[in-house]
């Protein structure tokens, strides 16, 4: 059953066109797979973003990351900076598990790399993490190998959000967050490019949670009587393209998600822990000789940097109103924001 | 006669108090002056910003500087960050004018240092501008050192917001811009502090101008009939404080300073130089001997992030409420937020 | 029995004085753990250094990281500069072991917490990474819990160099590296402060290799016949004081660590991700409440910046000459520098 | 009448080859133009390093900034960071001279676009410092316009060293500093590119200069009985080179410049403000359209890493070697390297 998105209950989100599915998956060939650890204990699991079909050890992707509050615990990051590319799937999970996360990723890489015969002696996983403790036993880490890899191969274009995967225990502005997805088309020299994102949402206050600008979060506060809690918890984003950007482009592109999380109300408090993570499809680097990275003026920018906000913005929202009312590990509970809509 | 400002008009900026005048000057010691270019030919002008009573040169003052956009010529930013401090006022013109400004800083601070015998051999003003072309001449170069001592002269704890010293050329939103100023109060641990912001504002397209997250600007297109310009010319936010944080916390609030630009419609344009400074009058460093620095808990900084994007967003709504319709260079002209509201 | 150290053999490296142990555990409270694993298939380990007697999760040390080359997988660099402070230990071992140290140093903590009665929801473990794939079958990732553990328990004040730990699958300028040290004491008004360097040597050509200026690299490899390498490999270079210093000086200070590498003849080739961690134990942050962080004067780092930069470059020289001939996977040798000199 | 350099004194710095001139000028379009003041009161000057034969402002150029120690004044980087290029020529002035530099760079390329019917409304000029003060009383700026201007029309390809233009109130290593430069040709996938170096040279301590590894400071100091001074003063470093780099691989490779400043005894001294910019004639960027960035692998940088530091320790000892002994302000005196060797 298709799931009700934001827009599918009124609400607009931005000016810019949408993408086919509205999901980080509109741009050609990103996959994203989910294993959701649903116990009496844990609330937990593990997502990952395949940015590729063939495989990114081999032809790496030009890539940037931007890290908004570094009160977080991902790995990865400096050498996408120091080298402009992604060699690994983007995976999620919570604060705890990220070592057997890594070293399942290391696992899976060297398996693949084993079948296709290349050799593997580094390699550069990427796997980010929010923390779901409200939720979920976190010191008691149930994600490894075998989850990890049943992620991977679950990996489809049209999937499911919500309070899945790496998001079956995580909060947004006190109510069940999760992973969201949003995408935009933007025109440059005439060509249309799409920016997809997905976030894995866990952070924000109820009192500041806005819909359209609309202070949707005091009613809410009105109606459930919820106590106010310092925002924490962190908030992850993933941004995929097939703009030809290069690595300095895209983290100037990926500077501007912290505008789509203020306008649902985020202050990107102390304890939240914020990472974007941006690549493009277009500019391929090859293992020998010399090459060429196709960009665009950086005037022409600023389309993407509205749609690139836009589309933060509606994945946000898209991980809230797709969650369903979770109680989690201690009985703490987080509700659905479906239920105040 | 008192401005008008955005509150007197019935907005309520978020949730936090307000200091006494709701200026960047309720923080004790600090004053604002400016000197205005009113010619035909050239609207733009000098501001400066006092950041307290005795000489910052030998007393520096702990703060920490911000790079949200880089396309931008502000000077004197790569010394605050390695040393922790600012020893200068801090000066806004426009664009072209940097380097005169810079010469009548180091000027002014010689001769003050000459008065109070002091040594002085090397200087890290602190000059940041936006672009006011639209509405000047900018390639005319008019303040100089004259205009500089003038608007330190004029220096006063309650001054003018609006068209004035830098902000007389600037536009905002596709309407006046300029100078704008808020503070708020915050507790901790049971003591009240004070943050205060004052942005010379120069940014923004009129199609994303929001006051409390209503699309006023969208309101006021249909009205004006204004093509759509794309988003660029910058903004500067300094920010003052009483709080006693190290300049490492200090950069972490002023990394805030987005979510106060976000809630009135700011994408971040590429041609947008965005800077923010953030210094404290609590943490002062004296020219001799170890030392001790003042600190919060880190985790205590949700509230000052909080008051300081609500500061932001307001100070950016006074910035255009308090500036009148100006006809500049070449025939351009801005019209004033006043008229719409 | 005691190592024969650089200094043993008639070098003196710059003019600081030395610490007692000439160690990094010089510095009150430090200790170090190796766990080695020797077999045919798997030269490698896992090094620990425990930055202080208590528990770093309760008290955090003020710290920084500073990242040279990036082309490196570290883990937890970015909230060390976020917040300032470190709350772990350092663990030191091979490339691909990182995701399984990683979770070992979880347990690890949580098991202290669970002893001490504290709460433990999040938790920052600072793991870092040569890559010894010349020497060891890196892909068989033979480090985990127990010998995490094993380090931990093993920590001691005099402990050992060399090929051991972490260090025993490494190469540094062609040669056998692994684990170095050195320490030097600098005065600042009046008191003796001591500046302790542990390295992970990895990196460097043959060709380039110097000891005190003299080019021994070129003087070895006429004896040796050895093929010219390309630079790689990483260095990791972990800093600890008891200076009064705050997060941002010691971020300067460790920025002066590439001086000592120079020394020695690195030219930080783009495979060899190069990181700096510093801690000082002087400054520790409470849990609760405002607090008070010590600093010297800014222009009193003259001293320590030369003393690291000496310490640095006899770590790494330390790191070489006691370490044996090792004899390695797929029957990859490295020769001692004892031979040579 | 040729000079005499450092390699005419027998010493041979590294093992690249050196391009013809051994000079930054060796990168084809790059020209160098001094003017000097000296006068008993003013030691100083103006030196301006051209990129490229036709306007950067139009075609600008791909580069980027490195700051080593931003206890500095210089303007212009962060844009240089944020878009990646430069479109200015850069000029290398005093510290307190930095205004008065700016300003006649702005009115110089407003003239040039006036003459090239080119607009011009916004312009970002690099100009870089080091504090001549022990030798030139810096409170008396005494270049602007017409010095500017007069170095620009003085710039040549095979231009002279040491003394002069910006170096003339230079020291290094408390003997006579100032201009320097050097050259390094490398080869790539079977192409020969140039690497160039220019310094202006304002840093280091007598006992701690080397040449060739060789401790020549302490040698000296035992003639000359010489104080020792706190390194301090700076040095800039501008690289330019016709490899086929991206911003981001640029970058990479200024970071290399601390490995040369080290080898002549340089411990990047609190005081020492030190800037590196580099920029590539090979990717110029249009004003219109979409274009292609020619890079090589990074896996190949390593033979520019080495050529770089050869030339930056080469380049600095060119700066001590080409100048004379030094009579300044004060009575300030600063022997020249050529008395010693």
């Known amino acids: 059953m298709k799931q009700m998105r934001i827009e599918d209950y009124g609400f607009k989100i931005g000016r810019y066109p949408k993408g086919e599915l509205n999901k980080i998956t509109d741009v050609y060939g990103v996959k994203v797979g989910h294993f959701t650890v649903d116990t009496g204990r844990n609330k937990t699991g593990v997502t990952v973003i395949i940015p590729c079909e063939d495989n990114p050890f081999v032809t790496k992707l ?100 919500g309070d899945v995967g790496a998001g079956k225990g995580m909060s947004c502005h006190q109510l069940k967050g999760g ?20 976030v894995l949402s866990n952070h924000g206050s109820l009192e500041d949670f806005l819909i359209s600008g609309q202070p949707y979060g ?44 203020a306008k649902t109300g985020s202050y990107m408090g102390h304890g939240s822990g914020e990472v974007a993570i941006g690549f493009t499809t277009k500019n391929r680097v090859p293992r020998k000789g010399n090459y060429k990275i196709d960009q665009i003026q950086d005037s022409n920018l600023d389309g993407p940097f509205h749609a690139l906000a836009e589309a933060v ?21 987080r509700e659905s924001l479906k239920s105040y809509i």
Do not use: W
Request: with cysteine; charged share 25%.
């Open 62 to 161: 030009t890539a940037a990351s931007h890290i908004i509050n570094g009160y977080g615990k991902s790995t990865g990051l400096m050498q996408i900076n120091e080298l402009g590319v992604i060699e690994s799937p983007i995976f999620l999970t919570n604060t705890l598990n990220i070592g057997r996360v890594h070293d399942a990723a290391v696992e899976h890489m060297i398996m693949r790399c084993d079948r296709e015969n290349l050799e593997i002696k580094s390699y550069n996983p990427i796997v980010c993490e929010c923390n779901d403790a409200y939720l979920n036993d976190i010191a008691h880490r149930v994600v490894g190998a075998k989850e990890v890899f049943s992620a991977y191969d679950a990996s489809v274009v049209d999937f499911t959000e």
């Open 179 to 198: 992973i969201g997805s949003a995408s935009r088309i933007v025109r440059i020299e005439d060509i249309s490019y799409t920016i997809g994102v997905l």
């Open 218 to 261: 005091t009613k809410i506060k009105a109606i459930q009587d919820t106590a106010c809690e310092i925002e924490k918890g962190s908030i992850i984003v993933v941004v995929a393209t097939d703009l030809p950007l290069s690595d300095r482009q895209l983290g100037r592109l990926i500077k501007r998600v912290p505008i789509g999380l």
């Open 313 to 333: 913005e509606e994945a946000v929202l898209n991980s809230m109103i797709c969650s369903d009312r979770t109680e989690g590990f201690d009985g703490n509970v």
